[in-house]
């Protein structure tokens, strides 16, 4: 396999991320500051590609307010759900997780798997303006004094507004679909080789824990993903209205929450972010042959 392709592959780039990251134990220096300036250039990246004036109309509007029920309804109560089943130095990543937006990757996927990319585009705006004020509310409720509010405003500011500022002018340069690809790979590789790297011992350390991650993570993608769509098909949604709820009801951002674990707590807070990365990847490729063969 060429080089070329391997960079414009999603999943490979996210594995070589991990393997790499746990084997050699990440970067010695600046974790926080690599994974931080990483996320900034995958999220201008990726929301260059989001355009709010190809989506007009009430129903745009309508599918964006569903899908904030989903992701910051339906998604975060399991998480938070999931996370009491684990000790309490995990309870803050799997906040932070709960109060994550959605997944960017939410839109390409939505084409590819043959949904309605207009609308998709339109409810991950909302959805990260929703998240600037969602997201603190969440994490401080949930988490309270422990939590740096300076640091998380910061961050919060560096990770979303900024990349939102940018991202204007990003899409206005001449950079091909081919490059922007392999440069949110790349990105998204080198904050998870730091994020997995600074969390090695917790990965080879306790098997018992990472597999109840796994668990967890499994119920969070498929077990909500596929219920959405089984309950959706059930009420005579037709697939392509179908695939971007089940996207918004099974995808967070979890290289953020990823970032933002290690920017405000330890780094063993990043490991349910990290472990579920993979099964979000996991379930991708699944979700590309599911809706293939269903209708």
Do not use: Q
């Given at each position: 396999m060429r080089l070329a392709e391997i960079l414009q592959s999603y999943a490979i780039m996210m594995t070589l991320g991990l393997v790499l990251g746990?084997?050699?134990?990440?970067?010695?220096?600046?974790?926080?500051?690599?994974?931080?300036?990483?996320?900034?250039?995958?999220?201008?990246?990726?929301?260059?590609?989001?355009?709010?004036?190809?989506?007009?109309?009430?129903?745009?509007?309508?599918?964006?307010?569903?899908?904030?029920?989903?992701?910051?309804?339906?998604?975060?109560?399991?998480?938070?759900?999931?996370?009491?089943?684990f000790p309490s130095d995990l309870w803050p990543g799997w906040v932070l997780m709960a109060a994550a937006p959605s997944a960017i990757s939410v839109v390409p996927f939505t084409g590819i798997f043959g949904g309605r990319t207009t609308k998709s585009l339109f409810?991950?705006?909302?959805?990260?303006?929703?998240?600037?004020?969602?997201?603190?509310?969440?994490?401080?409720?949930?988490?309270?004094?422990?939590?740096?509010?300076?640091?998380?405003?910061?961050?919060?500011?560096?990770?979303?507004?900024?990349?939102?500022?940018?991202?204007?002018?990003?899409?206005?340069?001449?950079?091909?679909?081919?490059?922007?690809?392999?440069?949110?790979?790349?990105s998204f590789a080198v904050l998870i080789f730091a994020v997995a790297g600074a969390n090695r011992n917790a990965f080879v350390g306790d098997p018992v824990i990472v597999l109840a991650i796994c668990a967890a993570g499994f119920v969070r993608t498929f077990g909500i993903g596929l219920g959405i769509d089984l309950s959706l098909k059930k009420m005579g949604m037709q697939k392509d209205e179908r695939i971007s709820y089940v996207l918004f009801s099974s995808f967070k951002n979890l290289g953020l929450t990823a970032t933002l674990a290690i920017a405000l707590f330890e780094p063993i807070v990043a490991v349910p972010a990290t472990i579920c990365i993979v099964l979000e990847v996991v379930w991708a490729i699944f979700l590309a042959r599911y809706y293939q063969r269903v209708t």
């Open positions: 746990v084997v050699s134990g990440g970067f010695p220096w600046y974790t926080k500051e690599i994974s931080m300036a990483s996320l900034a250039i995958l999220m201008t990246l990726s929301l260059a590609n989001v355009r709010i004036g190809e989506a007009r109309g009430r129903d745009h509007l309508e599918h964006s307010l569903w899908a904030l029920v989903l992701n910051y309804g339906a998604l975060t109560l399991l998480l938070l759900l999931l996370g009491l089943a409810s991950t705006a909302v959805n990260y303006i929703a998240a600037l004020a969602l997201m603190p509310a969440i994490t401080l409720l949930l988490i309270g004094s422990s939590v740096d509010v300076r640091s998380l405003v910061e961050s919060l500011l560096i990770l979303i507004v900024l990349p939102m500022v940018v991202s204007r002018l990003v899409a206005r340069a001449d950079i091909s679909k081919t490059a922007s690809t392999s440069l949110i790979n790349i």
